[in-house]
C-alpha cells in the first residue's frame, strides 16, 4: 500500500501496488511511483505487512527500500517512510534503520 502525500503531507491518493503470497511479493519502484508522478505527489509512504505477525524487516524489505529513498531522491518525490505492519502493530524503517542518513530525502 502506497498512501501519497500533498506538500501538506494530506492525502491525495492510495494505490495496492502489489499482492504477495504468503511468503513473498515482488515490487519495484517504477509501479510505486507511477501513479505518484501522475496524481502530483509531493510525498509517498510506502506500507506492507508480514503474514506472519513478524515486523522484523527481511533483506527484501531493506533492499526495495534502498531502491525507492534512491528513486525518490531522482524524482524529486520524498519517501517519508516504509512501515511494515504485522499482529496489529508497526515498524518505521525511518525509526528504526540508517537508510535515511544513507539516502536523505529532500522536501521539495
Sequence with gaps: MHLLLNVKNQLIGQQIVTRGTATET?????????????????????????PSGSLDPSAADLQLTRQLLRAGQIV???????LILGAGQFLSLRQHSTLWDDFPQEDP
Design 76 to 82: 524529486g518525490i520524498p519517501v517519508l517512510d516504509h
Design 26 to 50: 515482488l515490487s519495484h519502484p517504477r509501479e510505486t511511483f507511477r501513479l505518484a508522478i501522475k496524481q502530483g505527489a509531493a510525498h509517498i509512504l510506502v506500507a506492507h505487512n508480514h
